[in-house]
């Protein structure tokens, strides 16, 4: 087996590795993105960093890259980007593969997540698997009997704008109530001020621009509005995991991202939820558990992906 160039490409940076077709990273790095010069540019260093290395680690014959947007993985098409200004209506993959002079697989950022996790992660041993992943916003990936499950248009798993509360406040996408409005890091700030509003004995007062972050570290000092906050957090996403876990009976859910770093906090009260709205059998049956790979499963995903694409 070969080895695999992984990209995952970021808002500010883009992560870049090497990976062995058994899944395992041989070298892990990144560099900077800098969207608005291009697609061509950032191609172009991603074509001197291989160069660089290309003599510690010959025999590269394939990339995956995971991008954040709209696109179509199967013609490796990017419809909009929200964290690329101006790279919108892109043939990418086609792009990437002339800069680099290799075959190219583009599948979106969130699903490498959850192919990563699948493969190498958490859920490892599975064959039916869901990764979520909270961050700015909240994204899945489906699993289904050991392959990517992407939809009949490549949208699968956009678990953030499913509903969880009717007449819940208003999303990005248009909505009302979905995931991301209620768990987004954003919505848990919104959240924290309006319970301050409620309640103003707590570290969080004291704070002028309050972040997802500072709510976790003020949870981990035993702060009670905090703690409410990220309890509350945590119900939002029980709920969701009853939704899926009754649409796809999977045997894990794992939860990544940056929210996901404040742990037992929301993942207490998401498993209590869950049994609340789960009914029994399909609640003993499933594991929730947090994800292992952190930011480096999107690009070993996005390189697992390109090996099986180009093994066929
Ligand atoms: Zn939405």
Not at 119 to 132: D, E, H, Y
Not at 249 to 261: H, N, R
Request: net charge negative; glycine share 16%; proline share 4%.
């Amino acid at each position: 087996m070969g080895r695999i160039l992984g990209v995952d490409i970021g808002g500010t940076n883009t992560k870049i590795g090497i990976v062995k077709g058994s899944g395992e990273i041989e070298l892990d790095d990144q560099i900077p993105t800098r969207a608005a010069e291009g697609p061509e540019a950032l191609g172009t260093r991603i074509r001197e960093w291989v160069d660089e290395h290309s003599k510690d680690y010959p025999g590269i014959d394939s990339a995956g890259f995971g991008c954040a947007g709209l696109l179509d993985g199967a013609s490796g098409y990017l419809y909009v980007s929200p964290n690329l200004p101006g790279w919108r209506d892109l043939a990418l993959a086609g792009l990437f593969e002339r800069a680099l002079s290799l075959p190219v697989v583009i599948e979106n950022d969130v699903n490498c997540h959850a192919y990563g996790e699948y493969r190498m992660g958490a859920g490892r041993g599975t064959q039916n698997f869901i990764c979520i992943a909270l961050g700015t916003g909240v994204g899945g990936g489906i699993i289904i009997n050991g392959e990517l499950y992407r939809g009949s248009s490549g949208v699968a798993g956009e678990v953030g704008h499913t509903v969880v509360k009717a007449g819940g406040p208003p999303c990005s996408c248009g909505g009302n109530g979905c995931l991301e409005a209620l768990i987004g890091a954003a919505a848990i700030v919104d959240r924290a001020v309006i319970a301050l509003a409620r309640n103003g004995d707590s570290i969080l007062s004291g704070i002028d621009t309050l972040t997802a972050k500072d709510i976790s570290h003020a949870a981990a000092r035993g702060d009670a509005v905090a703690l409410e906050v990220l309890a509350e957090t945590g119900r939002f996403l029980g709920i969701e995991f009853s939704n899926l876990v009754h649409i796809f009976d999977p045997e894990m859910i794992a939860v990544a991202g940056g929210v996901a770093g404040a742990g037992e906090f929301i993942m207490g009260p998401a498993r209590e939820a869950f049994k609340e709205h789960a009914t029994h059998p399909v609640q003993e049956r499933v594991r929730i558990v947090v994800a292992e790979l952190g930011n480096k499963a999107s690009f070993i995903g996005a390189a697992l992906l390109a090996m099986e694409r180009h093994a066929l």
